[in-house]
T-cell receptor, first 112, second 113 residues
Framework: DTGVSQDPRHKITKRGQNVTFRCDPI?????LYWYRQTLGQGPEFLTY????????KSRLLSDRFSAERPKGSFSTLEIQRTEQGDSAMYLC??????????FGQGTRLTVV | SQKIEQNSEALNIQEGKTATLTCNYT??????LQWYRQDPGRGPVFLLL?????KEKRKERLKVTFDTTLKQSLFHITASQPADSATYLC????????????FGTGTRLKVLA
């Protein structure tokens, strides 16, 4: 499978715990995006990487959220001290330049 | 602020008919626009991309138009099938100032057999 891969698919965590999600983009894609989606809404932008550089972050992204893309390959998104409001689908997408973006299947986070 | 509007109500259509979905935007000048399909619990699947200098794009039974004067895109599915039932999202992209795509809330399409 040469599409965007996300792991895990589902994560249930207790409030206050830290969680980390992984995204493996399509190998030749230099652009990587993280989005968050809640029920009935469209995906909401979180952050963007071009190769290993994080070039854009949403102002909505609190300091509990951090993302990395070491070596410009896979990316991780960490949420510290999770809150119930963090419950959502976290989506990763990649693209080659200003072209169509391909999404992974997402990680469904439930904070209890 | 930037705003994207898609039909918030579900669209029900009879099998074989043409489904037309609308994406309107304000306070934005996108360089390109994308349409995605999303099934429940799954990530969006890319369908079509149209650039600001293109009026129309086609792919099999799909057609997208882009009117930068009206600030509107129309997405058509001809000869619709029950398997086309899903939520369809439009997303705007810029070539300056931001790298992000801005998504609408999506329109749920149901094709009735």
């Amino acid at each position: 499978d040469t599409g965007v891969s996300q792991d895990p698919r589902h994560k249930i965590t207790k409030r206050g715990q830290n969680v980390t999600f992984r995204c493996d983009p399509i190998s030749e894609h230099n652009r990587l995006y993280w989005y968050r989606q809640t029920l009935g809404q469209g995906p909401e932008f979180l952050t963007y990487f071009q190769n290993e550089a994080q070039l854009e972050k949403s102002r909505l992204l609190s300091d509990r959220f951090s993302a990395e893309r070491p070596k410009g390959s896979f990316s991780t998104l960490e949420i510290q001290r999770t809150e119930q409001g963090d419950s959502a689908m976290y989506l990763c997408a990649s693209s080659l330049g200003q072209a169509e973006a391909f999404f992974g299947q997402g990680t469904r986070l439930t904070v209890v | 602020s930037q705003k994207i509007e898609q039909n918030s109500e579900a669209l029900n259509i009879q099998e074989g008919k043409t489904a037309t979905l609308t994406c309107n935007y304000t306070n934005y000048s996108p360089a390109y626009l994308q349409w995605y399909r999303q099934d429940p619990g799954r990530g969006p699947v890319f369908l079509l991309l149209i650039r600001e200098n293109e009026k129309e794009k086609r792919k099999e039974r799909l057609k997208v138009t882009f009117d930068t004067t009206l600030k509107q895109s129309l997405f058509h599915i001809t000869a619709s099938q029950p398997a086309d039932s899903a939520t369809y999202l439009c997303a705007l992209g810029s070539t300056s100032g931001t790298y992000k795509y801005i998504f609408g809330t999506g329109t749920r399409l149901k094709v009735l057999a």
